[in-house]
């Protein structure tokens, strides 16, 4: 296994739509499409990251990775458990919007408030090459919304809506993060 590099906003591939995977390719070729996978999940938890995108280590190709489990940056996350989605495509996306911080490892020094569908249903094959149905709603369906941006050559600065709440991770912990847990503190009182 390898640690790649991360491609970073303004490189191309950010912005290219990216090529479906060959799934016979996982048969045929595995090993190339299985060390990548590998490796993208060794960068992710290297890069302390939710997810990770093909494009965002330089390979134009349809495929994620995520995990998570509650930590200091994602309290309130769910533990998720690795997952690998190739060819995923969102088949449905419920009208609730939601809106969170969301941050990139593209865009690592950015956090932005970015609206979302709070439920989606996503279609996908996993490292074996079998097909998934999953049926996601909140942190979930925001991070496979994020990360299935990638493979359109989307970040989420696209869809954000007032850019207003755009901010410096810095800042962020200092003056939005502070704020945000003492509202839920009030809340809960």
């Given at each position: 296994?390898?640690?790649?590099?991360?491609a970073k906003?303004g490189?191309?591939?950010?912005?290219?739509?990216?090529?479906?995977?060959d799934?016979?390719?996982?048969?045929?070729?595995?090993?190339?499409?299985?060390?990548?996978?590998?490796d993208?999940?060794?960068?992710?938890h290297?890069?302390?990251g939710?997810?990770?995108?093909?494009?965002?280590?330089?390979?134009?190709?349809?495929?994620?990775v995520?995990?998570?489990?509650?930590?200091?940056r994602?309290?309130?996350a769910?533990?998720?458990?690795?997952?690998?989605?190739?060819?995923p495509?969102?088949?449905?996306?419920?009208?609730?919007?939601?809106?969170?911080?969301?941050g990139?490892?593209?865009?690592?020094?950015?956090?932005?408030l970015?609206?979302?569908s709070?439920?989606?249903?996503?279609?996908?094959?996993?490292?074996k090459g079998?097909?998934?149905?999953?049926?996601?709603?909140g942190?979930?369906?925001v991070?496979?919304?994020h990360?299935?941006?990638?493979?359109?050559?989307?970040?989420?600065?696209d869809?954000?809506?007032?850019l207003?709440?755009?901010?410096?991770?810095?800042?962020?912990?200092?003056?939005?993060?502070?704020?945000?847990?003492?509202?839920?503190e009030?809340?809960?009182?």
């Amino acid at each position: 296994m390898a640690l790649l590099q991360v491609a970073k906003l303004g490189n191309p591939i950010l912005r290219q739509k990216a090529a479906l995977v060959d799934l016979d390719s996982l048969k045929s070729q595995g090993n190339i499409i299985q060390s990548l996978i590998d490796d993208m999940i060794e960068t992710m938890h290297e890069e302390d990251g939710v997810g990770l995108a093909a494009p965002q280590v330089f390979q134009s190709l349809r495929l994620v990775v995520i995990e998570c489990s509650p930590n200091e940056r994602y309290s309130e996350a769910p533990n998720l458990p690795l997952t690998i989605l190739i060819n995923p495509s969102i088949t449905y996306y419920e009208q609730d919007i939601v809106s969170s911080w969301e941050g990139c490892l593209s865009l690592k020094d950015l956090r932005g408030l970015v609206p979302r569908s709070r439920r989606i249903i996503v279609e996908y094959f996993d490292r074996k090459g079998v097909p998934v149905t999953v049926n996601a709603e909140g942190f979930l369906a925001v991070v496979l919304q994020h990360e299935i941006d990638h493979l359109d050559g989307k970040v989420f600065l696209d869809r954000m809506t007032d850019l207003s709440q755009l901010s410096y991770v810095n800042e962020f912990e200092k003056y939005i993060a502070d704020k945000k847990s003492l509202e839920s503190e009030s809340e809960s009182a």
